[in-house]
């Protein structure tokens, strides 16, 4: 079983970019999947989730309206679209599914 977080990088303030948890090992398609983000210094935190057809998502306060979660059952992999970076965006961000977790990709919004 593995979930492989990819797409992290530096993005100036006010910047977009798309984070990609592919997962593989087992019945990806049936799971909700959940992002959470841990910013230097804090705890971790709830960003966004979605339900196994990609029907329903919730998503932080903090981040609600800047962000979307979707998801491709076909390419087993589910994506966070993130517009208007902010600073206190920048974390490790980290996807969950089925109680399996990723190694997490690092994302810097910093000018």
């Known amino acids: 079983v593995q979930l492989v977080e990819s797409g992290g990088g530096l993005v100036q303030p006010g910047g977009s970019l798309r984070i990609s948890c592919a997962a593989s090992?087992?019945?990806?398609?049936?799971?909700?999947v959940r992002w959470f983000r841990q910013g230097p210094g804090k705890e971790r935190e709830f960003v966004a989730s979605?339900?196994?057809?990609?029907?329903?998502?919730s998503y932080a306060d903090s981040v609600k309206g800047r962000f979307a979660i979707s998801r491709d059952n076909a390419q087993n992999t589910v994506y966070l679209q993130m517009n208007n970076l902010k600073p206190e965006d920048t974390a490790v961000y980290y996807c969950?599914?089925?109680?399996?977790w990723g190694q997490g990709t690092q994302v810097t919004v910093s000018s």
């Open positions: 979605i339900n196994w057809s990609g029907s329903t998502t």
């Open positions: 969950s599914g089925n109680n399996y």
């Open positions: 090992g087992f019945r990806f398609s049936v799971y909700s």
